[in-house]
């Protein structure tokens, strides 16, 4: 984890790069599951709260994973893929398309792995 400090405005404190990512995570831990490798997992509904909360605070979506329930339990099946890593690093947060994504995809059955970023203003 980078541990170049940001401000966190509610609490007026020197915070480590990323954390508001993780806290991210935490918030929405007891909503999905874990997949073999540790991600968060979640459904379609969560996972659109999941970009919106990340919008709130900032903090970009780098990357969304829709997999099959099968293929996250270790059976086989497919996973479909966005990377917005590329837009991130110019300074787009990809909310409006990670949500988007989702929802073309909401009635698939599909679990979801969304790789959050970096507060693009902690980078500064």
Known sequence: ???SPTRDSRAGRDLPRGVKAERLREEF???GRRG???????????????????ADEGVPIVRVTGIAPASAAGGAGSAERVDFSHDVSIGHGCWEAADAFL???????LL???ELGDDPLEIV
């Open 103 to 109: 929802r073309r995809r909401g009635e698939l059955g």
């Open 36 to 54: 073999e490798a540790g991600e968060l997992l979640l459904w379609s509904s969560d996972a659109i709260e999941l970009v919106d909360r990340a």
């Open 29 to 31: 831990r007891d909503r």
């Open 1 to 3: 984890m980078n541990t």
């Open 112 to 114: 979801f792995d969304l």
